[in-house]
């Protein structure tokens, strides 16, 4: 078996199976699959989603500024696997050159120095 070093060859693996095209390769309707109703359109959750760097900065100014909250979304290297975490929090430092910004974890009480280019997604409570 291969060794997967990261997420796209782990997702090429996982590739989703139509239920209807499976349906029809079976011979049976499609009405006596029980999981084969028709799939409504779901929007993506922003914190799913990877954001321009662009938008992320303009998230971090805007909670060093006004003090304000945030979600956002950080990867994270264990060994050789790739997670990501969802922190909530006010950033203490803006954006510059060094690519670094500090980071107030308001559920853990921990200040974190997190590189910007980590920083996945980024969502302000406040906003629509």
């Not at 922003?46 to 805007?62: A, F, G």
């Not at 974890?105 to 910007?116: C, E, G, L, T």
């Amino acid at each position: 078996m291969q060794n997967p070093l990261s997420y796209q060859t782990i997702r090429s693996l996982f590739t989703p199976v139509d239920p209807m095209m499976f349906a029809e390769e079976q011979g049976t309707p499609s009405n006596v699959l029980p999981f084969s109703r028709p799939s409504k359109h779901k929007s993506n959750n922003v914190l799913t989603t990877i954001m321009p760097i662009k938008d992320i900065i303009k998230h971090i100014n805007y909670s060093n500024e006004l003090s304000q909250p945030v979600y956002i979304t950080v990867t994270r290297q264990i060994g050789n696997m790739n997670t990501k975490d969802v922190m909530f929090g006010i950033f203490r430092s803006k954006f510059t050159d060094k690519d670094v910004v500090v980071f107030e974890d308001v559920d853990n009480d921990v200040m974190r120095v997190i590189k910007v280019n980590e920083i996945m997604a980024a969502r302000s409570v406040y906003t629509a």
